[in-house]
Nanobody
């Protein structure tokens, strides 16, 4: 069983910054991809950023240049540094992973979700 715990959300003014963290624990042995998603009210969940085990990153067009994803493989933690925040960044942010389980199996991206962390950008 794999657990994901997100933290770091909060209320911030437009133009402000936040840093989100997500720690993976449980039976995951080696993490491959780590990613951040978000879901705004009445909208579908969308992929915001991802980072591979080798450090290659990918971003949604709407966040390029403002959000930066990084990871600490020892801590099994992924971060999302958010700056120049806009009203439309308001959402619940979720992390996700894929990788090898301790029993040799594979957990695909999107199969386990944490509780998310709320980011509200408001003046």
């Amino acid at each position: 069983q794999v657990q994901l715990v997100e933290s770091g959300g909060g209320l911030v003014q437009p133009g402000g910054s936040l840093r989100l963290s997500c720690a993976a624990s449980g039976s995951i042995f080696a993490i491959n991809m780590m990613a951040w998603y978000r879901q705004a009210p009445v909208k579908e969940r969308e992929l915001v950023a991802s980072i591979t085990g080798s450090g290659r990153t990918n971003y949604a067009e709407s966040v390029k240049g403002r959000l930066t994803i990084s990871r600490d493989n020892v801590k099994k933690t992924v971060y999302l540094q958010m700056s120049s925040l806009k009203l439309e960044d308001t959402a619940v942010y979720y992390c996700n992973v894929d990788g090898r389980l301790s029993n040799g199996g594979w957990i695909p991206l999107g199969s386990v979700w944490g509780q998310g962390t709320q980011v509200t950008v408001s003046s």
